[in-house]
T-cell receptor
Framework: AQSVTQLGSHVSVSEGALVLLRCNYS??????LFWYVQYPNQGLQLLLK??????LVKGINGFEAEFKKSETSFHLTKPSAHMSDAAEYFC???????????FGQGTTLQVKP | DSGVTQTPKHLITATGQRVTLRCSPR?????VYWYQQSLDQGLQFLIQ???????AKGNILERFSAQQFPDLHSELNLSSLELGDSALYFC????????????FGPGTRLTVL
């Protein structure tokens, strides 16, 4: 069965530091991949997605992610963290076989001043 | 604001009871998805409707059911509630059957006492 693994349930960075949130997927067929952000008491907001084409995907709020087929990874990065980036981040994969979106367990990003 | 609305925002009820959660998709969206977010299970896909018809089913319990009405709003019915049903229930919508670009509502927080 397809699965999505996010390494690290909590990540803490200082303001201005690099943000790296890790995501690995298991699938024999490269799925579509997504990163969502959830701010407290809000729904999920799409940050970026990879479907086909360029493997480096740019999203909103300065985030980007790179699809690496050989590593089955889709890590999320941002060069410089802002306090407003503190939230929970979910990686998700869409199986072309089932049409279902599979979410990782989420990573809480803490940004320290 | 994603354009997806969910009511109520909070719901507190007792075990054994039945509740109905309501979702109105974005204007023009034909697909509605329901998700459950809990501390132990994470974010899980429950069910999808497209233009009134069930399209995909995830980890939805038999005590739960959903429907999409002609005006495209959807309701998720949860019956014989158990403590473990306490969770955030999200609705999302998309223009087509594809989940590639779906927009999430703010969620309904259900507490079963």
């Amino acid at each position: 069965a397809q699965s999505v693994t996010q390494l690290g349930s909590h990540v803490s960075v200082s303001e201005g530091a690099l943000v790296l949130l890790r995501c690995n997927y298991s699938s024999s067929v490269p799925p579509y991949l997504f990163w969502y952000v959830q701010y407290p008491n809000q729904g999920l907001q799409l940050l970026l997605k990879y479907t086909t084409g360029a493997t480096l995907v740019k999203g909103i709020n300065g985030f980007e992610a790179e699809f690496k087929k050989s590593e089955t990874s889709f890590h999320l990065t941002k060069p410089s963290a802002h306090m407003s980036d503190a939230a929970e981040y979910f990686c998700a994969a869409l199986s072309s076989n089932t049409g279902k979106l599979i979410f990782g367990q989420g990573t809480t990003l803490q940004v320290k001043p | 604001d994603s354009g997806v609305t969910q009511t109520p925002k909070h719901l507190i009820t007792a075990t054994g009871q039945r509740v109905t959660l309501r979702c109105s998709p974005r204007s023009g969206d034909l697909s509605v998805y329901w998700y459950q977010q809990s501390l132990d299970q994470g974010l899980q896909f429950l069910i999808q409707y497209y233009n009134g018809e069930e399209r995909a089913k995830g980890n939805i319990l038999e005590r739960f059911s959903a429907q999409q009405f002609p005006d495209l709003h959807s309701e998720l019915n949860l019956s014989s509630l158990e403590l473990g049903d306490s969770a955030l229930y999200f609705c999302a919508s998309s223009r087509t059957e594809s989940v590639v670009e779906q927009f999430f509502g703010p969620g309904t927080r259900l507490t079963v006492l």
